[in-house]
């Protein structure tokens, strides 16, 4: 596989509304002049008020939906088995597909534009902070509980709720997940873990680390000893460095949740920063710290992609990372390490915290969509046992957003093959949720987060820099 092509970590700062049409011009600003009301019909209802009677796969019979997806193993799995779907629904599914270095910039684009280029889409839960408010995406919630549009046996009680949770929303920012609002479906997800090589660790005597102390003297030891030991060229652990909210989201903000840290604390209705407690300057300073002596050389310009492929080059001794980072380097025959990488949860916390990020890729529709009822019965699809299944056992979607298939036996026997993998999906599976405080200038402020991160790296002061990126964001968000 060409990883290039799941990088998601390029998407800018692009968010509210009154983008011009051209792709040109990629940065919006955040003005509150979206359309939609949030989803509803044009009269301000739902259109799934519409639907009614019986529940009907055929019910849009003859329709077409045109989704646009993004370059990725999921829609790999998704598009081999679009010709079930267009049996059980006679719905045509029209679709394109773009690689991640232009994905959102089209998305957005095309969703600001008011177009409705496309009925449903793909997106991250970070993106129903921006494309929410304007008022872009339609409310699923209502189409959820209405017994005519949706079937019984999609079972909307088998989806792992703190992913549910995560495309649910209020609209305000500051308020927390889970309430308002259902945005977006969980369609796959990423948790943030540590992989490592289990032939350094055995030849070094090394263990994987249960609380951050170890794992920055494990890092260290690796960079130190490993050359040595015969593995020339390898350093301690794979980190994101690159200026992009991409850096924060993985390992270090699952480092810091788990240190009970927080990106913005909520004070009377108003977002302040608070990367600049002392105990998120003493976190930062500590983590720049392991960089400095157990990361990569190239560490401000490492993004998913090169900390991945150092682990299945043998560059790296451990990933602290999303866990398919690792998955895809691990496959027989995916990488010179393939067979010699094993996954642990990762150091715990104060108080055995497992608290961990997580990345979730989502499906939504189009708040502007022409074909609603049949867009909905092909989310109610994508996002079904039967589907899913498939995906889980036949191709890549190997962390399941529904509890059932992560119990399926087929399934676990396939992973099974993946030392580790199992054991530690169960174990961080109820922990993990999004960890940031949601608000819509989220990939800006994470943006200059990481900028931060970089100049404590080479050596300002940390106190100084962080007080001075919440400063910054407190005059953005506030």
């Known amino acids: 596989m060409d990883m290039r ?40 209802g739902s259109a799934a008020d519409e639907v009614t009677g019986s529940f009907d796969w055929k019910r849009a019979k003859g329709r077409k939906v045109r989704a646009l997806l993004n370059k990725h193993p999921y829609t790999d799995a998704l598009i081999a088995d679009l010709k079930a779907f267009t049996e059980k629904t006679g719905i045509e599914v029209a679709y ?57 046996e999609w079972d909307r009680e088998d989806f792992f709720p703190n992913l549910l949770a995560a495309d649910q929303w209020s609209l305000k920012a500051g308020a927390p997940l889970g309430r308002g609002g259902q945005y977006a479906l969980p369609w796959g997800w990423e948790t943030n873990v540590v992989a490592y090589n ?4 055995s030849k070094l005597g090394l263990k994987p680390a249960e609380t951050f102390d170890e794992l920055r003297e494990t890092a260290a030891a690796i960079s130190r000893r490993a050359p040595g030991a015969g593995f020339d060229g390898m350093y301690g652990v794979a980190v994101r460095g690159s ?17 009970g840290l927080k990106d913005f604390t909520v004070e009377g ?15 930062t300073r500590d983590w720049a710290e392991m960089v400095r002596k157990g990361g990569p050389p190239s560490w401000t310009s490492y993004t998913w992609y090169q900390c991945s492929s150092d682990l299945g080059a043998k560059k790296a001794g451990m990933l602290f990372d999303a866990d398919t980072a690792a998955y895809f380097q691990a496959v027989e025959g995916a990488s010179p390490a393939s067979g010699k990488i094993a996954f642990h949860p990762g150091p715990e916390g104060p108080g055995g915290s497992l608290d961990t990020n997580m990345w979730i890729w989502s499906l939504g529709m189009n708040a502007r969509s022409r ?14 046992k039967e589907h899913l299944r498939k995906g889980a056992v036949e191709h890549h979607h190997i962390d399941p957003v529904r509890r059932s298939i992560s119990q399926d036996a087929a399934y676990k026997d396939r992973m099974r093959a993946i030392p580790g993998f199992l054991e530690t999906f169960e174990t961080v599976v109820d922990r993990t949720r999004v960890q940031f405080t949601p608000q819509e200038q989220f990939f800006d402020a994470t943006t200059s987060w990481a900028a931060a991160l970089q100049e404590i790296y080479g050596g300002k002061n940390a106190s100084s820099v962080l007080n001075g990126l919440a400063g910054e964001l407190a005059a953005k968000v506030g």
């Open 198 to 201: 289990t032939e350094v660790f």
């Open 5 to 44: 092509a799941y990088d998601r970590r390029r998407l800018l700062a692009l968010g509210g509304a009154g983008v011009a049409a051209a792709a040109a011009t990629p940065l919006l600003t955040a003005c509150g002049t979206g359309f939609g009301g949030g989803g509803g019909s044009q009269g301000g």
């Open 371 to 384: 074909q609603k009822s049949a867009a909905w019965l092909f989310l109610q699809w994508a996002t079904g």
């Open 243 to 259: 200026r992009s909210w991409a850096t924060i989201h993985p390992g270090f903000m699952t480092m810091y949740a788990r240190n």
């Open 96 to 152: 394109d597909v773009f690689p991640e270095d232009n994905y959102f910039d089209k998305l957005t684009v095309d969703l600001s534009s008011g177009r409705a280029s496309y009925d449903v889409f793909m997106l991250g839960a970070y993106m129903v902070w921006q494309y929410g408010p304007p008022g872009w995406l339609e409310d699923l919630g209502p189409w959820m509980r209405n017994e005519s549009a949706t079937g019984a």
């Open 269 to 283: 209705g108003k977002v302040r920063p608070a990367m600049n407690s002392p105990e998120a300057v003493a976190f």
